[in-house]
Nanobody
Framework: QVQLVESGGGLVQPGGSLRLTCAAS????????MGWFRQSPGKQRELVAD???????GYADSVKGRFIISRDNAKNTVWLQMTNLKPEDTAVYYC???????????????WGQGTQVTVSS
């Protein structure tokens, strides 16, 4: 089994910064892609940023230039550094990971519990 634990959410004023952390643990052989999704009331869950095992990154247009995703393969950890936060960034943020488990074929997607990010004056 695999667990993803998120931390770092909170309340911040517009223009502020937060860093989200997600650490995976359990019976892990390796992790393919990792990513951050977010969901706010009345909107579909959207992919914010993702990163491959080789370090290739991708971002939603709405966060380009403001957010940076990074990872440490040895620690099975991914971060999302968020700067110049805007009220429209308010959402529950979810970490995801495509995990190859020890002794198991293929891979499976796992999700963190979600962490609330609120951007408000």
């Amino acid at each position: 089994q695999v667990q993803l634990v998120e931390s770092g959410g909170g309340l911040v004023q517009p223009g502020g910064s937060l860093r989200l952390t997600c650490a995976a643990s359990g019976s892990i052989f390796s992790i393919n892609a990792m990513g951050w999704f977010r969901q706010s009331p009345g909107k579909q869950r959207e992919l914010v940023a993702d990163i491959t095992s080789g370090g290739t990154t991708g971002y939603a247009d709405s966060v380009k230039g403001r957010f940076i995703i990074s990872r440490d393969n040895a620690k099975n950890t991914v971060w999302l550094q968020m700067t110049n936060l805007k009220p429209e960034d308010t959402a529950v943020y979810y970490c995801s990971a495509d995990v190859r488990r020890l002794g198991a074929p293929g891979s499976n997607a796992y999700w963190g519990q979600g962490t609330q990010v609120t951007v408000s004056s």
